[in-house]
């Protein structure tokens, strides 16, 4: 009797290739920077919620708002675009990736940052401002060398975004310290820059990576959809974009400011509308990134609606800051992880459940709008959501970020 060629029999006492093992953190940017930034996104929410509520109390020279501003934005978001940037880096210019002691000295200044901000009050403001700039200083000198190298001239637009986040935080603390110039709130005007300067990162890499991605994935199953990208819109949105930031810096809440806004979210969902984002739905990994995008479109609806007084200016920060940063980093951190980590990219059922719930954070915080006697209970649970989402995402992923690649490679 013969044994059909395609029947493999498996030796029950051969040995199993063994799954790598060992501590890994500082293998690759992604690893710290990504575990930080779950973990900061659960910390300091919860915080917040609890200073909102009046059951935490921290010895703030800045206004709680302010302070709560100034983490999501230099804190969270931070981390989030350090673990990118020294992921991705050494793969758009082939420069060595940073890991081992670098790795732990730019993660300790992130930390010194976030304990000096939080203990502002105990210790000199000159101290705080300082030790906060360490971090966005070092990391940025670690990664613009080779972003003005002749050779990669089409990633030098990153740096303008990376000098634009380190003047954002300097006039944060300047506001903070007192600093009067010009007439300017300083310390208001320096988070809305960094924002600003996050949402010109997300419309890049956005249109960079998530048409790619979607042609690909629509490509294998029906070579004939296409994914449309326009050249000539993407330079109009994102020069839209640009001038947002700032007309933001000299008109701020002004029609001018409304009209931009308004421009370039109308900018913007012609150009997600060309993605083919429906056709992804049975993709989450892959779908994440067009929700992301389509709650900056939103957000920026909400902007502009806002500077002709017609909505709070609180709201559409919200629906930017959880529904667009939120979504799109926390996406794009469970797609990188598992790709530079060897892993199938496909979302966990869990990980699917925390996309849905940073939405829901986004859609909670928003409803302020129609019920704002609500408003406290609606914080709550937009605070609450988001927090379930990211304690997901550092349970699903901290031990990914710990262990070696598992096909034994490198990072």
């Known amino acids: 009797m013969s044994i059909s060629p395609s029947i493999r029999i498996e030796d029950p006492t051969a040995q199993k290739p063994e799954v790598p093992s060992g501590f890994a953190l500082f293998n690759y940017g992604f690893r710290p920077f990504f575990f930080l930034a779950g973990l900061f996104a659960v910390v300091s929410v919860l915080v917040w919620v609890g ?14 708002a302010l302070w709560h501003g100034h983490e999501m934005v230099f804190g969270y978001t931070t981390a989030a675009i350090a673990g990118f940037f020294l992921t991705v880096v050494p793969n758009w210019t082939k420069v060595k990736a940073r890991k081992g002691n670098i790795l732990i000295v730019l993660s300790a200044l992130w930390l010194l940052g976030r304990v000096a901000f939080w203990a502002q009050g105990y210790i000199p403001y000159a101290l705080v401002f300082v030790a906060d700039m360490l971090f966005l200083l070092t990391f940025t000198a670690q990664v613009i060398s080779p972003l003005i190298d002749p050779q990669h ?5 990153f740096v303008p975004i990376l000098v634009a986040m380190i003047a954002a935080n300097a006039m944060t603390h300047l506001g903070i310290l007192g600093f009067e110039a010009f007439g300017l709130d300083w310390g208001t005007h320096g988070i809305t820059l960094g924002l600003d300067t996050v949402i010109v990162l997300i419309v890049i890499m956005g249109g960079r990576v998530t048409p790619s991605f979607t042609s690909s994935y629509l490509g294998h199953g029906n070579p004939a959809i296409k994914v449309h990208q326009r050249p000539k819109l993407d330079r109009f949105v994102l020069g839209a974009t640009w001038a ?3 007309v933001d810096q000299v008109m701020p809440a002004s029609p001018v ?12 969902g012609a150009r997600l509308s060309g993605w083919q984002g429906l056709r992804t739905l049975s993709n989450p990994i892959l779908w994440v990134l067009h929700l992301g995008y389509l709650w900056l479109v939103v957000g920026l609806v909400l902007r502009g609606l806002s500077d002709f007084g ?7 920060v919200h629906a930017l800051t959880i529904g667009a940063i939120g979504t799109i980093t926390l996406g794009v951190m469970t797609r990188a992880a598992l790709g530079h980590t060897g892993r199938a990219v496909k979302a966990a059922p869990s990980i699917v459940g925390a996309y849905v719930l940073v939405s829901v954070a986004a859609l909670s915080r928003l409803a302020v709008i129609v019920w704002p006697d609500l408003t406290a209970v609606l914080v709550m649970v937009s605070g609450a959501a988001w927090s379930a989402a990211f304690i997901i995402f550092v349970g699903v992923y901290l031990p990914i970020l710990l262990r070696p690649r598992i096909d034994g490679r490198p990072g």
């Open 51 to 64: 200073l909102y509520a009046g059951h935490v109390e921290l010895n703030l020279v800045a206004s709680p």
């Open 153 to 157: 001239r089409r990633q030098f637009m």
């Open 244 to 246: 947002l930031l700032v």
């Open 257 to 268: 400011a409304g009209v931009v806004a308004l421009v370039a979210a109308v900018l913007h």
């Open 310 to 316: 017609l909505v709070v200016a609180v709201d559409a």
